[in-house]
């Protein structure tokens, strides 16, 4: 398994801990080993890059070789963990070159080249998009939506190579009382409205900000997470200006990265959860308001629509982009204590029947079908 290194802060590597701990329960594994990009810190400018392009081919290559040592190698992809997505920095193909086993491809992430701005952009983007999911090495992709499965199609990767396994949602610690909770977190008498995980644009931030302002006065928007150990933009100074320039700073509160053991403590104190997200891959950040039981109001993109398919629904949707129609929804659930309950449960319902041990099930139903092809190979 290449995944990031047990420290390192980052949802994909508290997925591959979970993932593993459910593999290791499954009789047909015999020994997991873990490799990791353990990546180093990418030069600014191309012309650094160029100049440390040669030695960064070679270590990737030299942990692609070390994949080697098990009937199977498995990749929880993102491009950052391949030195980012700009192709002169980006290091998979070196990594793939060195595979001499069946390679499974778990994508985190497909970024969109008809989502940038200039011609340039857009061409460098599809060229690493070739780069990392096209190589002849990969033998199976796994994602989370139907939206990513379609992506990687239009790639040109063959629908039976694409195996779509919902994300799994994690077991959830006992929750305190909310009281005790709210005490603790400082925010007894308001409707707290909670967006879990990194900051980043696309879990919608702005909107959430928005629609915070078209809710009563009392409601308190809790933005539980930090930056991403990967982001070099000024993102998150950004989010914190707009917040202080609209008057916000007593309605908003960042909580910083939270640990395992913080988790439970936000989720007691939360009336309502929101994923206003503009993109997603299946996102670790929704799954935990699920497992937790969270009354939830998503936008209502493809994935999330997948998601509220689900009977009975866990989900309650809005119009993307809209943020009137987000703060609409939250007062609604407000005010229908009922429906708001009626939510939580679903979302627990979800939670049981799209846990790890299922997806744990589901993902080495793929490593065995990729052996059984590898055995029928050789004995022809």
Same mark, same amino acid.
């Given at each position: 398994?290449?995944?990031?290194?047990?420290?390192?802060?980052?949802?994909? #590597?508290?997925?591959?801990?979970?993932?593993?701990?459910?593999? @290791? $329960?499954?009789?047909?594994?015999?020994?997991?080993?873990?490799?990791?990009?353990?990546?180093?810190?990418?030069?600014?400018?191309?012309?650094?890059?160029?100049?440390?392009?040669?030695?960064?081919?070679?270590?990737?290559?030299?942990?692609? #070789?070390?994949? $080697?040592?098990?009937?199977?190698?498995?990749?929880? /992809?993102?491009?950052?963990?391949?030195?980012?997505?700009?192709?002169?920095? $980006?290091?998979?193909?070196?990594?793939?070159?060195?595979?001499?086993?069946?390679?499974?491809?778990? *994508?985190?992430?497909?970024? +969109?080249?008809?989502?940038?701005? +200039?011609?340039?952009?857009?061409?460098?983007?599809?060229?690493?998009?070739?780069?990392?999911?096209? %190589?002849?090495?990969?033998?199976?992709?796994?994602?989370?939506?139907?939206?990513?499965?379609?992506?990687?199609?239009?790639?040109?990767?063959?629908?039976?190579?694409?195996? #779509?396994?919902?994300?799994?949602?994690?077991?959830?610690?006992?929750?305190?009382?909310?009281?005790?909770?709210?005490?603790?977190?400082?925010?007894?008498?308001?409707?707290?409205?909670?967006?879990?995980?990194?900051?980043?644009?696309?879990?919608? /931030?702005?909107?959430? =900000?928005?629609?915070?302002?078209?809710?009563?006065?009392?409601?308190?928007?809790?933005?539980?997470?930090?930056? %991403?150990?990967?982001?070099?933009?000024?993102?998150?100074?950004?989010?914190?200006?707009?917040?202080?320039?609209? $008057? =916000?700073?007593?309605?908003?509160?960042?909580?910083?990265?939270?640990? *395992?053991?913080?988790?439970?403590?936000?989720?007691?104190?939360?009336?309502?959860?929101?994923?206003?997200?503009?993109?997603? +891959?299946?996102?670790?950040?929704?799954?935990? =308001?699920?497992?937790?039981?969270?009354? *939830?109001?998503?936008?209502?993109?493809?994935? %999330? #629509?997948?998601?509220?398919?689900?009977?009975?629904?866990?989900? @309650? =949707?809005?119009?993307?982009?809209?943020?009137?129609?987000?703060?609409?929804?939250?007062?609604?659930?407000?005010?229908?204590?009922?429906?708001?309950?009626?939510?939580?449960?679903?979302?627990?319902?979800?939670?049981?029947?799209? +846990?790890?041990?299922?997806?744990?099930?589901?993902?080495?139903?793929?490593?065995?079908?990729?052996?059984?092809?590898?055995?029928?190979? /050789?004995?022809?």
């Amino acid at each position: 398994m290449f995944a990031p290194q047990r420290r390192a802060r980052c949802g994909i #590597r508290d997925y591959t801990d979970l993932l593993l701990a459910h593999l @290791r $329960n499954i009789p047909d594994i015999t020994e997991i080993a873990t490799v990791s990009p353990d990546p180093m810190e990418t030069p600014w400018g191309l012309a650094r890059s160029v100049l440390r392009y040669a030695p960064e081919e070679r270590r990737y290559h030299a942990l692609g #070789r070390a994949m $080697n040592t098990g009937d199977i190698a498995h990749v929880q /992809h993102q491009y950052f963990f391949f030195g980012g997505v700009a192709p002169h920095r $980006n290091h998979a193909r070196a990594f793939y070159a060195a595979l001499r086993v069946p390679l499974v491809l778990t *994508v985190h992430e497909i970024v +969109s080249p008809e989502a940038q701005r +200039s011609a340039l952009t857009r061409h460098l983007v599809a060229l690493a998009n070739r780069q990392n999911f096209l %190589h002849p090495a990969i033998r199976a992709c796994i994602v989370h939506t139907e939206q990513d499965a379609q992506s990687l199609q239009a790639l040109g990767i063959p629908a039976d190579r694409i195996t #779509r396994i919902p994300h799994g949602t994690p077991p959830p610690c006992a929750l305190p009382d909310a009281q005790t909770a709210r005490q603790r977190l400082e925010c007894q008498g308001r409707f707290v409205v909670t967006l879990f995980g990194f900051l980043s644009a696309k879990k919608g /931030h702005a909107l959430a =900000l928005e629609a915070l302002a078209a809710m009563p006065p009392d409601t308190l928007l809790l933005l539980a997470g930090d930056r %991403h150990p990967d982001d070099r933009t000024d993102y998150v100074a950004r989010l914190k200006a707009t917040i202080a320039q609209h $008057n =916000l700073t007593d309605r908003v509160r960042i909580t910083g990265y939270l640990p *395992v053991d913080e988790i439970p403590w936000v989720m007691a104190a939360t009336d309502a959860g929101i994923a206003p997200y503009t993109q997603t +891959s299946g996102s670790g950040s929704l799954a935990n =308001l699920l497992a937790y039981g969270r009354a *939830v109001v998503a936008s209502d993109i493809p994935p %999330h #629509r997948e998601i509220a398919a689900a009977s009975p629904t866990p989900l @309650r =949707l809005f119009r993307a982009g809209d943020a009137q129609d987000l703060a609409r929804q939250l007062r609604t659930l407000r005010e229908n204590v009922a429906e708001r309950m009626a939510l939580q449960q679903a979302a627990l319902a979800y939670a049981r029947s799209h +846990s790890y041990a299922r997806m744990a099930q589901e993902t080495v139903a793929v490593y065995r079908r990729l052996l059984a092809e590898s055995d029928h190979a /050789h004995c022809h």
